[in-house]
């Protein structure tokens, strides 16, 4: 399962939050809380729990590690993307030629950031380790926008490219399940635990 975070300030500001350690504002503890009572059922719980080292993903873990009683393991291959100088920014004060390029090229990293081929090679890397325990285990990964595109790229078997097709809502939970280790995505997407 892998878990969108909560709302930073950040976030709705509408600025590409990367590697800012922003903490989740009041929605965003709100939706963290949320997400641990649905991972809380039966059907969802978690045998394991991996976060982001960032504040806001490891915040909303924690409210899913309190109901559950687990403890959570940090694995920074499922940070955020790296947006270098463009981090904390909004998208807007980005040149427009930086930005077709980056969406053109999956080589191109923003400068002193990393590229979208880079972020999939270590998000790769982190799904293959977990293949072996999902074939038993419920793992829980909260992580942030990019690397779930990422793994869902992994699990489809498709270019980089999807990235810039994929949409992810914020708390938002999407699961890939095995047939054998052949990965299936499962879910997509799905905000239904959050109130309206």
Same mark, same amino acid.
Request: proline content about 5%.
């Given at each position: %399962?892998?878990?969108?975070?909560?709302?930073? /300030?950040?976030?709705?500001?509408?600025?590409?939050?990367?590697?800012?350690?922003?903490?989740? +504002?009041?929605?965003? /503890?709100?939706?963290?809380?949320?997400?641990?009572?649905?991972?809380?059922?039966?059907?969802?719980?978690?045998?394991?729990?991996?976060?982001?080292?960032?504040?806001?993903?490891?915040?909303? #873990?924690? !409210?899913?590690?309190?109901?559950?009683?687990?403890?959570?393991?940090? +694995?920074?291959?499922?940070?955020?993307?790296?947006?270098?100088?463009? +981090?904390?920014?909004?998208? @807007?004060?980005? =040149?427009?030629? +930086?930005?077709?390029?980056? =969406?053109?090229?999956?080589?191109?990293?923003?400068?002193?950031?990393?590229?979208?081929?880079?972020?999939?090679?270590?998000?790769?890397?982190?799904?293959?380790?977990?293949?072996?325990?999902? !074939?038993?285990?419920?793992?829980?990964?909260?992580?942030?926008?990019?690397?779930?595109?990422?793994?869902?790229?992994?699990?489809?078997?498709? #270019?980089?490219?999807? @990235?810039?097709?994929?949409?992810?809502?914020?708390?938002?939970?999407?699961?890939?399940?095995?047939?054998?280790? %052949?990965?299936?995505?499962?879910?997509?997407?799905?905000?239904?635990?959050?109130?309206?």
């Amino acid at each position: %399962m892998l878990v969108r975070h909560g709302r930073t /300030m950040a976030n709705a500001a509408g600025l590409l939050q990367g590697r800012v350690d922003n903490e989740l +504002d009041e929605v965003g /503890m709100q939706q963290a809380n949320q997400i641990a009572a649905a991972l809380s059922r039966a059907d969802q719980r978690p045998d394991r729990i991996i976060s982001s080292p960032l504040l806001r993903a490891r915040q909303t #873990a924690q !409210a899913t590690a309190e109901l559950t009683g687990l403890d959570i393991s940090i +694995d920074g291959r499922w940070a955020e993307l790296d947006y270098g100088e463009w +981090d904390g920014i909004p998208i @807007s004060e980005v =040149r427009a030629s +930086d930005w077709q390029r980056w =969406r053109a090229d999956t080589g191109f990293a923003p400068p002193g950031g990393e590229s979208l081929a880079q972020l999939n090679s270590r998000v790769s890397a982190a799904c293959d380790e977990l293949t072996a325990a999902a !074939a038993d285990q419920n793992v829980a990964v909260f992580t942030h926008v990019s690397p779930i595109k990422s793994a869902v790229r992994w699990a489809l078997g498709t #270019a980089d490219e999807i @990235s810039w097709h994929l949409h992810v809502s914020q708390a938002q939970i999407t699961s890939i399940g095995f047939r054998g280790p %052949m990965p299936r995505l499962a879910s997509y997407n799905d905000t239904s635990h959050l109130s309206p």
